[in-house]
């Protein structure tokens, strides 16, 4: 495996991504903007739900989940660069494994937390806050 890890390292692509500084810089910056959507609307999302800012008006928030997965594609596409420029450094330390497991927890309790507040909303102002879409904010947050 080791050695697996070490021929992706010292690939051409991956030669090219950590070589070339605007390359690693946008890589860098587009996790990061990633991140902020993806987490970001999802934190809010949540703490809406658990009854922060109840002026806000939960119906209009299910725009903004369309933009919380493309920050989350982008998220995954870059960490995927970022994985392919040090894939040694990462694979070898456990923290990855740990992120990898929450990033998926969290996907699933947005998945959810989306289909119990806004599956049935066709024609309603406020989705209906039941105890299960609380419990999925408090995982989600």
């Avoid at 497991?101 to 102002?125: G, Q, T, Y």
């Amino acid at each position: 495996m080791i050695e697996l890890l070490e021929v992706v390292e010292s690939s051409g692509f991956s030669m090219f991504l950590k070589e070339s500084s605007t390359i690693y810089v946008l890589t860098l910056a587009l996790h990061a903007i990633g991140l902020a959507f993806a987490v970001g609307i999802s934190i809010t999302a949540g703490l809406r739900v658990l009854g922060v800012a109840p002026g806000l008006p939960l119906a209009a928030m299910k725009a903004f989940f369309p933009l919380m997965y493309l920050g989350l594609w982008i998220t995954l596409l870059s960490g995927l660069f970022l994985t392919i420029m040090y894939p040694l450094d990462y694979f070898t330390d456990g923290t990855i494994y740990v992120k990898l497991v929450f990033v998926v927890v969290a996907v699933v309790m947005i998945k959810k937390l989306n289909a119990e507040l806004f599956s049935d909303m066709a024609d309603i102002d406020s989705p209906v806050i039941t105890r299960r879409a609380r419990l999925d904010s408090i995982l989600i947050i």
